[in-house]
């Protein structure tokens, strides 16, 4: 069974732009996570999305905003680039709320802010 | 918000050495998760505990979740170079909802010396 898989894998980006990083989640899986991992800041939650709908939110500004299609895959999109934007961006798939919750990370999208 | 304290934020040990993190919950949890994360590489899970007082045994790892369920450990007997890297604790509170996110400590990293 294939795991999680995230792309692109690197990306470099100026401030002031927008970027939009794309998660597919392990077969049959349909709930998928984000996280933002920073060496300061460790793992930071951005959101949860379920069948399609956002179940949690965490406290990141409206310029952090994501989606999931109806085959369970899921995309992040970062707007107005800000240097402080610089991570490692983790995302995280499981079965589902109530069901075997254990998380299954990607790879993650290491993004640099110039 | 709910918050999780993990502490030592770093430990250094000789092989051989017996190595503890623990885990702090600002509030109640109705689980906790540990993960481990190799350098370089993504968070991977290790164990889920849901009962209160719960000891679970993996090998050389040992993980308690305390009788209040607002904290944790996890202790390896005789370390490994395998050991290798952070682990995280991560936390849910609630039974669903907007409360029910998953938050994650800071993280330990264990180097190990040979």
């Known amino acids: 069974k294939a795991g999680v898989t995230q792309t692109p894998r690197y990306l470099i980006k100026t401030r002031g732009q927008q970027v939009t990083l794309s998660c597919s989640p392990i077969s049959g899986h349909r709930s998928v996570s984000w996280y933002q991992q920073t060496p300061g800041q460790g793992l930071q939650f951005l959101f949860e999305y379920f069948s399609e709908t956002q179940r949690n939110k965490g406290n990141f500004p409206g310029r952090f905003s994501g989606r999931q299609f109806s085959n369970s895959r899921s995309e992040m999109n970062v707007s107005t680039l800000e240097l402080g934007d610089s991570a490692l961006y983790l995302c995280a798939s499981s079965l589902g709320p109530s069901r075997d919750e254990k998380l299954f990370f990607g790879s993650g999208t290491q993004l640099s802010v110039l | ?114």
Not at chain 2, 19 to 46: A, D, E, M
């Open chain 2, 1 to 114: 918000g709910q918050q999780v304290m993990q502490i030592p934020q770093y430990q250094h040990v000789q092989e051989g050495e017996d190595f503890t993190t623990y885990c702090n919950s600002s509030t109640t949890l109705s689980n906790i998760q540990w993960y481990k994360q190799r350098p370089g590489g993504h968070p991977v899970f290790l164990i889920q505990l849901v009962k209160s007082g719960e000891v679970k045994k993996q090998k050389r790892l040992t993980f308690q979740f305390g009788e209040a369920k607002k904290n944790s450990s996890l202790h390896i007997t005789a370390t490994q170079t395998t050991d290798v890297g952070t682990y995280f604790c991560a936390g849910r509170r609630g039974s669903g909802g907007s409360n029910y996110k998953l938050t994650f400590g800071k993280g330990t990293l264990l180097t190990v010396n040979p």
